[in-house]
């Protein structure tokens, strides 16, 4: 099993970004999903969830101006971001709760994509 984010990269302050995190392998079933960021000098944070009834969280920096949705037959988790803001540069990453092929539960990370908001 594997998650692949990417989607990231440099924008002005004001601009969006659209980052996907892709899960292939062998997978049984997708459980929750969510995105975390990390700044440099700072601890990791919860940036949204998606949960498997189709409920989404947002934290509170995020709120109104991001937007989560997943395509299921592609089994993509895609975060709109917009207004972004210099500091929401970060490294963003998604994991997952995912039931593997051996009927085993694990959260799984994917690698990271860049997010460097600047004039």
């Known amino acids: 099993v594997q998650l692949q984010a990417s989607g990231g990269g440099l924008v002005q302050p004001g601009g969006s970004l659209r980052l996907s995190c892709v899960v292939s392998?062998?997978?049984?079933?997708?459980?929750?999903m969510a995105w975390y960021r990390q700044a440099p000098g700072k601890e990791r944070e919860l940036v949204a969830t998606f949960t498997r009834n189709g409920d989404t969280n947002y934290a509170v920096a995020f709120k109104g101006r991001s937007t989560l949705s997943k395509d299921i037959a592609k089994n993509t988790l895609y975060l709109q971001m917009n207004s972004l803001k210099t500091e929401d540069t970060a490294v963003y990453s998604c994991t997952a709760l995912i039931l593997d092929a051996a009927s085993v539960w694990r959260n799984y990370w994917g690698q990271g994509t860049q997010v460097t908001v600047s004039s």
């Open positions: 392998g062998s997978i049984s079933r997708i459980d929750d």
